[in-house]
């Protein structure tokens, strides 16, 4: 069957309590040196950090707030969790399983996704696409929830890089509905990374050097695969991981500050797989997404595995 | 500035050394060169680095992004000078030259900012 992807409702959730990046540093055996360049020249300032908030209460408001554009009589067939870190909950826990029960979702196939790490939440809209096209009654729809605590300090550290923040984020997907076309989306994924946060120095000096590049590699992949040149693109909907990585990305795409959504980044910090989606939804809220406008949603994955998905906002669904 | 630190220790390699390892080297440029070096004994912890301004941050002294950036950081502090971190272009801080090149080249700017802000 065919048919393109759509995206009928994003929404995301946040919890309330919000730090500064200060306050986690005695927790995360942060020196003071370390927290001032995460501030001045990461770009971190302030994140959501709650501990006492559990794991399913963090998934469940922006997954029912999404759920609640599904039209009567429709059926959700899929419900996918994508998250980064593989154990977010313990092992007797199966988390897509317990989401479905707790969204009413008896019927769905439910399953997790983490694969492409912090790229697992666009990968599961393309995975629930491609399931929808090959083997869904016409008019099923899959619902993609992401969202996962930063439990432990080696979950919230990633050295060098990023301190992760507490989000949620859920997209309600169909085909051919009137929410935002899914034009394209593109991934390279980088075997010799598989080592997450156990990498050589000379491969995490590498790394550094070619992110930007390689972001870059694959926004061109997805705009050119959606017919499209940066030009036509309104904004780019980026990850928040830091902002020393979307200078270096920005300087290599040429393109002016603007044009990629970085607000966010002192506000909510890295949000594992949600960022794209929290950022979305505050461009959203601001009025900022234009009908029929083109948009690159892309985040990064350790492990490592680079993705853009090319989206056209259409006000009457996922708005 | 932590437990660690060794601020005002002076590295093996002083200025004179380091300055010798290219001929950019000026009695102005100097200091800044100085100031590296200090930063460089402080965030290796060690006082008998060998360093020249061939010296290759990443490269030869293994640094990430982070280790230069506190370095950075510290340089900052020791000279008064601030970088903006979005004007910052990190290929300006790969060897102990470069580096002292893009401070040196701040610091020159800086004298003629403060004047325009009147008498301290």
Redesign the interface.
């Known amino acids: 069957m065919a048919g393109t992807t759509t995206l009928e409702r994003i929404e995301s959730y946040l919890p309330e309590r919000s730090v500064r990046i200060e306050e986690l540093g005695e927790h995360l055996g942060l020196?003071?040196?370390?927290l001032?360049?995460f501030r001045?020249?990461y770009?971190l300032d302030t994140l959501r950090f709650d501990p006492d908030l559990p794991l399913f209460e963090l998934l469940g408001p922006a997954a029912r707030r999404a759920l609640a554009a599904l039209p009567a009589g429709a059926r959700v067939a899929y419900l996918v969790y994508a998250h980064t870190t593989q154990a977010v909950a313990p092992p007797e826990v199966e988390v897509a399983q317990v989401l479905r029960e707790d969204l009413g979702l008896a019927d769905a196939e439910a399953f997790g996704l983490s694969q492409q790490a912090c790229v697992s939440s666009l990968g599961g809209i393309d995975v629930v696409g491609e399931l929808l096209r090959a083997e869904a009654e016409p008019g099923a729809y899959a619902l993609m929830v992401t969202g996962e605590r930063a439990y432990s300090p080696v979950v919230q550290h990633i050295?060098?890089t990023a301190i992760m923040a507490d989000a949620a984020a859920a997209c309600l997907v169909t085909l051919d509905g009137g929410g935002d076309l899914v034009r394209s989306f593109a991934t390279r994924t980088l075997g010799e990374y598989a080592r997450w946060l156990d990498l050589t120095?000379a491969q995490?000096?590498e790394f550094?050097e070619r992110y930007g590049s390689r972001i870059a590699e694959v926004i061109d992949e997805a705009v050119a695969a959606a017919g499209l040149s940066l030009r036509d693109v309104e904004l780019v909907i980026p990850h928040n991981v830091n902002?020393?990585a979307w200078?270096?990305t920005i300087?290599v795409l040429d393109v002016p500050?603007e044009k990629v959504f970085l607000d966010n980044v002192p506000r909510y910090s890295h949000t594992f797989a949600s960022d794209v989606f929290v950022n979305y939804t505050t461009l959203r809220e601001r009025g900022a997404l234009v009908d029929g406008g083109h948009y690159v949603m892309v985040s990064v994955g350790l492990g490592a595995t680079f993705g853009a998905m090319v989206v056209t906002h259409r006000g009457q669904g996922a708005s | 500035?932590?437990g660690r630190a060794t601020a005002g220790t002076a590295a093996r390699a002083t200025a004179g050394t380091a300055a010798a390892g290219t001929t950019a080297g000026t009695a102005a440029r100097r200091p800044v060169v100085d100031a590296i070096v200090r930063a460089l004994a402080e965030v290796l912890d060690q006082e008998d680095a060998e360093l020249s301004e061939d010296t290759r941050l990443?490269?030869d002294l293994?640094l990430?992004?982070?280790a230069v950036?506190?370095l950075?950081?510290?340089v900052e502090e020791s000279t008064g000078v601030a970088v903006d971190?979005?004007d910052?272009?990190?290929d300006h801080l790969r060897t102990v030259g470069s580096f002292a090149d893009y401070m040196q080249a701040l610091l020159e700017g800086a004298p003629a900012e403060e004047r325009k802000e009147g008498p301290a």
């Open positions: 020196r003071r040196a370390e001032g360049v001045k020249f770009g050295p060098n120095p995490n000096t550094g902002m020393l200078r270096q300087k500050r | 500035m932590t990443f490269d293994g990430g992004s982070m950036l506190e950075l950081l510290v971190p979005e910052l272009d990190i």
